[in-house]
């Protein structure tokens, strides 16, 4: 109900599933055992932390039929880089509903890429072949592995996942990308996006992203929309940096109101750590929900969480909800936009026109 009222319409989780058990040292060397669902280990099970320590499906049926039953789509993030860690805990082990495929030491069908990790982050080729941060990168082109993780999205579009986030696409194979989404189309009604990290529309490899989201079927995370609402309304640069951003985006992607856009993310300090002024988050905030793609809000910002130990990086952009509260004026903001967006068809599928900008006032 809480989300509901909020005027969420989809929910976006984390990897649902099964995580490695054993314990793999931190970078200051302290044992930890991650279920935050990119170190996967079998991606045909449910990770038990999840749900129950019998790795039931029932918990998750159960999440997606509540959501249903609320008007709320489930989205399943899906993860086919990697499994775990190559060089501790379990060593990259990937099972298939409990059969044990292979490992990063015990590899003999090549199920795996053995490349060292990334050093250049602007190669083609070592973004996609090479391992990113030690995770054992899968090998997408073996027909065993392309069939398992085919097979993986396509149980979960079983179990009622509407849609997927794809975890790191600059990362996985470009070529099998459009391969996988249309696997996963052909297995049900879906809608897919993808996380291509990048900086803004001068990125080197921003094109390759255009390409793909204009060919593949796939839409991505709006990355260079974000870096411009976040220098705009977090570090007070010109209204220009929207505009300029949004005719370039309008421009070379076939679909932009599929495009997803958003202020925060698991991966970065959340605005009010870089400017703990709320008025920014609400303007912010208002333009999201009335700028042309799919707004996406990360939990809590409508409680003004935030935690800015460290400048507010992992893990501290990631704490856990501390108020549920209806009636701050982010949550009600965000109520009053969300229906506006489901109640006037201009508002999400419209496009964008700038009608009059300077440095300070954008109208559009």
Known sequence: SYLKGLGVTALWISPPVDNVNLSIPDSLGNPTAPYHGYAARDMKRIEEHFGDTAGSWVPFDNLVSAAHANGIKVIVDFAPNHSNQNNAGEFGALYDNGAFLADYGNDPNGYFHHSPDIGDWNDRYQLQYDQLFGLADLNQEHPTIDAYLKAAATQLAQHGTDAFR???????????????????????????????????????????????????????????????????????????????????????????????????????????????????????????????????????????????????????????????????????????????????????????????????????
């Open 166 to 364: 794809v975890d790191a696409v600059k990362h996985v194979t470009w070529g099998w990308e459009y391969s996988m989404t249309n696997a996963m189309f052909t297995s049900a009604p879906s809608f897919v996006f993808g996380e291509w990290y990048q900086g803004n529309t001068s990125d080197p490899l921003y094109r390759d992203s255009r390409k793909l989201a204009n060919r593949s079927g796939m839409s991505l995370l709006d990355f260079p929309l974000n870096t411009a609402i976040r220098n705009v309304f977090a570090s007070g640069t010109s209204f220009w940096d929207l505009e300029n951003t949004l005719a370039a985006e309008n421009g070379d992607f076939t679909w932009k109101n599929d495009l997803i856009t958003f202020v925060d993310n698991h991966d970065m300090p959340r605005f009010l750590s870089v400017n703990n002024d709320t008025r920014r988050l609400h303007q912010a905030l208002a333009f999201l929900l009335t700028c042309r793609g799919i707004p996406t809000l990360y939990y809590g910002d409508e409680q003004y969480l935030h935690n800015d130990t460290g400048g507010g990086g992992d893990p501290y952009n990631r704490n856990m909800m501390s108020s549920w509260s209806t009636t701050t004026t982010a949550y009600t903001l965000t109520k009053k936009l969300s229906d506006l967006r489901r109640a006037n068809n201009a508002v999400p599928y419209g496009s964008h026109r700038p009608r009059w900008s300077n440095d300070d006032v954008y109208v559009y």
